[in-house]
């Protein structure tokens, strides 16, 4: 079992920063597509980012591109989401979550999930 442990959340006023960091553990992450979401109160929950690896794939949704990186050390189990320019509607508990077979932002498809770092950004 691949376990994930998010964390970097925190308070941050409008047009600022915040990286989120998701440890892993249990198996090799060089093996899993890496994914984050996020959900924010009252609404579904969102596909932000997602990346494999071997092939350097990656797909954002388009309320965080050119905002938003995700990024991945394999060699030390780590993925992380750079936030830039944060809006008030990037408030939300944001999630790691990871699969062997997909690089999208289908929530369906990720069977390993960490439970969640909250964000808020307000002045």
């Known amino acids: 079992q691949l376990r994930l442990v998010e964390s970097g959340g925190g308070l941050v006023q409008p047009g600022g920063s915040l990286t989120l960091s998701c440890a892993t553990s249990?198996?090799?992450?060089?093996?899993?597509?890496v994914a984050w979401f996020r959900q924010a109160p009252g609404k579904e929950r969102e596909g932000v980012a997602c990346?494999?690896?071997?092939?350097?794939?990656?797909h954002y949704a388009d309320s965080v591109k050119g905002r938003f990186t995700i990024s991945r050390n394999d060699a030390e189990s780590m993925a992380y989401l750079q936030m830039n320019n944060l809006k008030p509607e990037d408030t939300a508990i944001y999630y790691c979550?990871?699969?062997?077979?997909?690089?999208?932002?289908?929530?369906?498809?990720?069977?390993?999930w960490g439970m969640g770092t909250q964000v808020t950004v307000s002045s």
């Open positions: 979550a990871a699969n062997l077979y997909y690089t999208d932002l289908d929530s369906s498809n990720y069977d390993y």
């Open positions: 249990g198996r090799p992450l060089e093996d899993f597509a």
């Open positions: 990346t494999r690896g071997h092939n350097d794939r990656t």
